[in-house]
């Protein structure tokens, strides 16, 4: 009976310790798995995996085509002044779109002259190229429409500069009207696509002094409104800029002395379709890099400004939007400065960008 008592005894004991130490050892699972996976996660806060690489998945591409240049469009010398006093860091690439290229059918010809009959030019037109029409008409104002039968881009241009009875701001829209009012133009004769149709545009406005455009400080100094309409920035954040720096891929002047349809008596719409479908990251050239391209004078400038020293006071990551047809939506990086100065480098690394005298099969991607 002793034996027995002492093994319970014992029994109890152990059973006792087993707990004891048990329940140590649970909270020390407890506390070191929470100490491991707090310690892991500061780790790899610190020192992250690095991304995937850029997918570059269009292969190599082709250079963008900007307008040609001479040293009379570019000032003499460029100096960098920026709030931060150093370069700003876009991260190491950026999204490339594929363009939707158009072909020319069967019933172009008869599309372009329904769409031309929407704006008002019912006359038969005048057939300049395979691509090319022009139609005009006298009333009430001298205009001519000017459009690609292929992809329906258009220029309307009218005489409105000479016409001394336009020069009067009376029924002039506001701004948020004014863009509406050219919307609605490019609707009554096709589809206005979601990336314009979403965007909300920019007003200037615009007085007539000796025939020529001269910018006005106000709405009751104007005698025209210029309406600028570009793109839906890509992610909200990266706007799209055409080779006249920050000038629409739709555009057009209004006056407020003529009503309806007549009262655009200058547009332009040149648009290509963006598959944002397809898409492919790119890496991107350093912003010093580009930098050293506008001091070298290599940049395009898209707008002089009017010194003969560019003051640079911000750079921005953006779009280039070529009026003619582009095979992809490529990134460019914009230098912006006083005087309305503004310079376009290409941004995507010159490494996946042809080079003059190659091809893509001969670059090795």
Not at 187 to 212: F, M, R
């Amino acid at each position: 009976m002793a034996d027995e008592g002492m093994n319970l005894t014992r029994a109890a004991y152990l059973g006792r310790q087993t707990i004891k130490f048990g329940s140590i050892l649970l909270v020390a699972l407890i506390i070191g798995r929470f100490l491991f996976t707090a310690g892991y996660a500061f780790y790899k806060s610190v020192f992250p995996d690095p991304p995937p690489p850029p997918t570059v998945g269009f292969g190599v591409l082709p250079p963008l085509r900007f307008p040609e240049q001479t040293s009379a469009d570019k000032p003499s010398a460029y100096e960098l002044e920026i709030p931060t006093s150093r370069l700003p860091n876009f991260g190491d690439r950026a999204k490339v779109f594929l363009m939707n290229r158009t072909s020319l059918s069967l019933l172009a010809d008869q599309r372009a002259k329904q769409i031309a009959a929407n704006y008002g030019f019912v006359f038969q037109p005048t057939i300049l190229s395979t691509t090319l029409y022009r139609w005009t008409k006298t009333q009430p104002i001298q205009a001519t429409l000017e459009m690609n039968i292929q992809n329906f881009s258009f220029d309307l241009q009218t005489d409105y500069l000479s016409r001394a009875e336009l020069l009067s701001n009376v029924n002039l829209p506001n701004e948020s009207a004014a863009v509406s009012i050219l919307k609605a133009f490019v609707k009554a004769g096709q589809n206005l696509p979601e990336d314009i149709a979403t965007a909300s545009g920019t007003v200037s406005y615009y007085k007539s002094l000796g025939g020529q455009l001269e910018p006005a400080v106000s709405l009751s100094d104007a005698d025209f409104l210029r309406v600028d309409v570009n793109r839906y920035p890509i992610d909200g954040t990266r706007a799209f800029f055409t080779p006249n720096g920050d000038e629409g891929a739709l555009n057009g002047i209004l006056t407020g002395a003529l009503g309806g349809q007549d009262q655009i008596v200058e547009l332009h719409y040149h648009y290509q379709e963006i598959d944002y479908t397809q898409r492919h990251t790119y890496p991107l050239r350093s912003v010093t890099s580009a930098w050293q391209l506008v001091q070298a004078g290599e940049a395009y400038v898209a707008q002089k400004g009017i010194e003969d020293t560019a003051i640079i006071r911000n750079i921005i990551l953006g779009y280039y939007d070529d009026p003619e047809e582009q095979e992809y939506m490529q990134p460019i990086y914009i230098f912006e400065g006083d005087g309305g100065f503004m310079a376009y480098v290409p941004a995507v690394d010159p490494l996946y960008i042809q080079q003059p005298g190659t091809t893509e099969s001969g670059t090795g991607f």
